[in-house]
């Protein structure tokens, strides 16, 4: 957990690799994610826009690396560093408008169009067509029951669109998936690659 809800951020953390689940809980235990932080952003948003603190748990999803300045630290180089700034407020406004998309599509959209713009999304992070992820954690990140996400899995795989075995999943039909998913992943992709200036394929940091 690289936050907790209510509580000070100690760090702004970057992901260079992996995935970073925010998470919602409501008060009977429930939570959602409502957005995933990869190598395009950081953790700890509230840092940059001038609070220490936010109402979402930052959760690391699968193995991966990054680095973290403290609050303090990250406050002094944005003060420092104009350009700073302006690259991680670009990212603020791309997430943001992530985080609206999810919740549009958890409350439209079928469990199998969901199910694979999330693995899109992660698969972009990934940076490797395998990755561990069980159902268990499907169903957290798209708010429905375990079964939903069996039923939306099998109907993935039987179309040959990922292959699912114990806790793993691997991408074997990327275009396939796309496909697959409803617009909201494409619309995310293409705010990513204006905010940026990339092209297809291309990550926000190149390091």
């Not at 998470?23 to 957005?35: M, Q």
């Not at 609070?51 to 748990?57: A, S, T, W």
Request: glycine share 10%; hydrophobic share 40%; charged share 25%.
């Amino acid at each position: 957990m690289l936050q907790l809800p209510g509580e000070p951020i100690p760090a702004a953390t970057f992901v260079e690799s992996g995935l970073v689940s925010m998470l919602t809980t409501l008060e009977d235990g429930d939570s959602a994610e409502v957005g995933i932080v990869g190598n395009e952003g950081l953790v700890g948003l509230p840092l940059l826009l001038d609070d220490d603190r936010d109402n979402l748990e930052a959760v690391v999803q699968g193995p991966g690396e990054g680095f973290q300045m403290s609050a303090e630290a990250f406050r002094e180089a944005l003060d420092r560093l104009p350009s700073l700034r302006r690259q991680l407020n670009r990212y603020a406004l791309l997430h943001h408008g992530q985080v609206a998309r999810t919740a549009a599509c958890n409350a439209c959209h079928q469990v199998e169009q969901r199910l694979a713009r999330w693995l899109l999304m992660a698969h972009d992070r990934a940076e490797n067509d395998t990755f561990t992820m069980t159902h268990e954690m499907l169903a957290t990140m798209l708010a429905v029951r375990r079964a939903g996400v069996t039923v939306a899995a099998g109907t993935l795989q039987k179309a040959g669109l990922i292959r699912y075995s114990a806790g793993r999943i691997t991408i074997t039909d990327r275009d396939g998936l796309e496909s697959a998913s409803c617009e909201c992943y494409g619309v995310v992709r293409r705010a990513r690659d204006r905010l940026f200036g990339l092209g297809p394929g291309e990550l926000p940091y190149q390091r």
